[in-house]
């Protein structure tokens, strides 16, 4: 799913090919005579009144969204810690960010500074979107530590990337987050969540310090909250770990789906590891940050 923009931006236009609508809220979006004859509407401001058939456009695949320059507007800051932000960015209410969960986006500040980041949020929300900044050394984030600015003006292009959840798939899915790989994972599981698909989800997250799990709380209160949802915290875990406790924790591997994102290296040799587990590697999606 996409943000919803309440009639402004024109995403949800359908053609209604057989059946009755009928209108439940005013849109600021002007669909041409051309569209309206044809029988165009947006879904978003429209109700069926008898049974119908729409055609519509949908992106089925990373591919099929289009490249998007949005302005958008730095709303707020969290600190995460001592050298992490949460960066809260706000699109035009016309111009939400079409992405699939576990995409990146990159952000260019009015200096010119940039950073291609995996998008924290859900798609479901499409004009509020969430950044996980680390401080490293760079101009972008010593700008946004040392000046906390809110309100200014904030680029985003994108979306990039094909680590996506596999819609269609309903068996039970593991979730790997390698440190920071938990920002694209975070947007995978709040997704499949959303459209509701996934049988059982599992989170395993391992990250190097034990005060590491920054989005923690969120983590508890999914598990509290969902039958289906487990979550194991692990600190200083490497591959064989990792395998190791897959294979004792999961009585056949090979029936799940696997989502792994983190840093390149750990990622990929763990993605490369599981078909030892019997796991098919169609079945294994990954995600190597730099």
Known sequence: GYGCASGNCGECKARVVSGEVT??????????????????????CNTAVTDVLLEAAEARTAEDLPQQDVRAQIRKLESEGDDLLLLHVQTPRTQTLRFMAGQRARLTLENGAARELPITSCPCNGRNLQFS???????????????????????????????VLHEEATEPAVFVAIGDGIAPIKSLIEHAISIDQIEAFHLYWTVDR???????RWCRALKETLDNFAFTPLVGAET??????????L???AALRYYIAGSAPAANALAAALPTAGVPAERIAVEGLA
């Open 23 to 44: 209108r439940i809220a005013e849109h600021d979006y002007v669909l041409s005579e051309r569209e309206k004859q044809m029988g165009y509407v947006l879904t978003c």
């Open 133 to 163: 900044v680390r401080r490293d050394d760079d101009a972008f984030g010593a700008y946004l530590f040392d000046h906390q600015p809110t309100r200014e003006m904030i680029r985003v292009q994108g979306p990039f990337g094909d680590f």
């Open 210 to 216: 034990p005060d590491g799990h920054y989005h923690e």
């Open 240 to 249: 064989d770990d990792l395998l190791a406790l897959l294979r004792s924790d």
């Open 251 to 253: 009585p056949d591997p």
